[in-house]
C-alpha cells in the first residue's frame, strides 16, 4: 500500500537560517504529493502539492519538487521567519479514484528568534 | 465563514462510555473523513465516506461506528471508549473531483479517556 515516511523532528532553527524537511514515498502508480502546515491548536491546512513527476510546489516561500526517480518531496525555505513554527506533514493520495490521503508522522519545526 | 465544523472541541470521557463526535461542513463536498491524530503516528484514517449512504473502512476503524445520511454531517461515534481512543480527533472534506486541491480540515477534537 501507499506510504510515506518524513525525517524526524523535533527541528530547532534559528530565524533566517535554511529549513530542509525530508520525504519520501511508496507508491504504485502516480500518486499526489502534497506538504501540509499544522500551527499550534488548529487543524491541518494544504500549503503546497505536486500532481505529476518534477512539478514544483511553492507557496509562503516554501518549496518542494516531485521527483519519481528518488520518490521524494522534500520541502524547503531559504529564510525562515518564528511564525513558520507548527508541525509539517507530507501526504500523498493514490491514484484517480483514491480519495484517501496517506500522511507521514509529521515533523515538529521550531523557529527561535 | 465556510468549512468544516467540528463539536466538542474537548472531551473527557470514562472507560466504557460511549459518544459521538460531530462534523459538519457546508461546502457541498462528496468526500469526508475522520483521522485520528497520536505522538509520533501522524494522521491515521478511521472511516471515510464518498457521498450519502456510503461508508467505509480506513485503516484504523476498530471501536468506532460511522454514517452519513445526509452530504453535510458525518458524524464519530464511539461505542464503548477505550484509553487507547485518547487521541486528537480530525475530520476532512473535499471534493471528489478536486482532491488534488487539498481537504479541508476541521480544527479538532482533543478525546481522552480515563
Redesign the interface.
Known sequence: GNSVTQMEGPVTLSEEAFLTINCTYTATGYPSLFWYVQYPGEGLQLLLKATKADDKGSNKGFEATYRKETTSFHLEKGSVQVSDSAVYFCALSGNANDYKLSFGAGTTVTVRA | NAG?TQTPKFQVLKTGQSMTLQCAQDMNHE?M?W?RQDP??????IH?S?GAGITDQ?EVPNGYNVSRSTTEDFPLRLLSAAPSQTSVY?C?S?H?TD?????T????TRLTVV
Open positions: 468544516v468526500y473523513s483521522y509520533g503516528m501522524g494522521l491515521r484514517l471515510y464518498v480506513g480530525f476532512a473535499s471528489i482532491v488534488n486541491y487539498g481537504y480540515f476541521g480544527s479538532g
